[in-house]
């Protein structure tokens, strides 16, 4: 079946720092990859989506590039900031159209000033 | 976009008992789905609601735990029947809508 696997955390940076949250996945054919993220109190939102290979989303700074071969969708931004403070869910959709999403464990990032 | 709204946002219930979820959306949607967020774990996708027919429950759910209602295209209820503290987690309602998948603030459920 479908799945996908993402770092362990929790993660702790400092602001500015570089980050990566790995994710990789299992599935047949051509997934649709996405990142979301929970901000504290708030419920879960897009970050960026990727629907095929070597398509690289973005948003808000961070970027996440489709590699079929390596079967990866790591996560990554140049500077974080005290905002980036999240859960990050990696997360896959073999349906077109983002249905019934298949989920990464999440990663906790917290930004430290 | 969607905006979603859950009620109850948070309730604490007695084992043995029931609890039904409310979700509504802004707009009129095909499908909605149903997800479970265990403590420190990640979503689970519960059912497919579909307006006008039977949910479609994944592997692990069954209807007469999670009686799903969607009576027309823009509200949905979930419930959890004879609970335990093992269903104590966060319930997520979500829609698709322009190919996103959009995410209701959730309804964290504490069973004693």
């Known amino acids: 079946g479908n799945s996908v696997t993402q770092m362990e955390g929790p993660v702790t940076l400092s602001e500015e720092a570089f980050l990566t949250i790995n994710c990789t996945y299992t599935a047949t054919g051509y997934p649709s990859l996405f990142w979301y993220v929970q901000y504290p109190g708030e419920g879960l939102q897009l970050l960026l989506k990727?629907?095929?290979?070597?398509d690289k989303g973005s948003n808000k700074g961070f970027e996440a590039t489709y590699r079929k071969e390596t079967t990866s969708f790591h996560l990554e931004k140049g500077s974080v900031q005290v905002s980036d403070s999240a859960v990050y869910f990696c997360a896959l959709s073999q349906i077109q159209g983002a249905q019934k999403l298949v989920f990464g464990q999440g990663t906790r990032l917290t930004i430290n000033p | 976009s969607a905006v979603i709204s859950q009620k109850p946002s948070r309730d604490i219930c007695q084992r043995g008992t029931s609890l039904t979820i409310q979700c509504q959306v802004d707009?009129?949607?095909?499908?909605m789905f149903w997800y479970r967020q265990q403590p420190g774990q990640s979503l689970t996708l519960i059912a497919t609601a579909n307006q006008g027919s039977e949910a479609t429950y994944e592997s692990g759910f069954v209807i007469d735990k999670f009686p799903i209602s969607r009576p027309n295209l823009t509200f949905s209820t979930l419930t959890v029947s004879n609970m335990s503290p093992e269903d104590s987690s966060i319930y997520l309602c979500?829609?698709?809508?322009?190919?996103?998948?959009?995410f209701g603030p959730g309804t964290r459920l504490t069973v004693l």
């Open positions: 707009s009129q949607v095909t499908m």
């Open positions: 990727a629907t095929k290979a070597d």
């Open positions: 979500s829609v698709v809508s322009s190919r996103e998948q959009f």
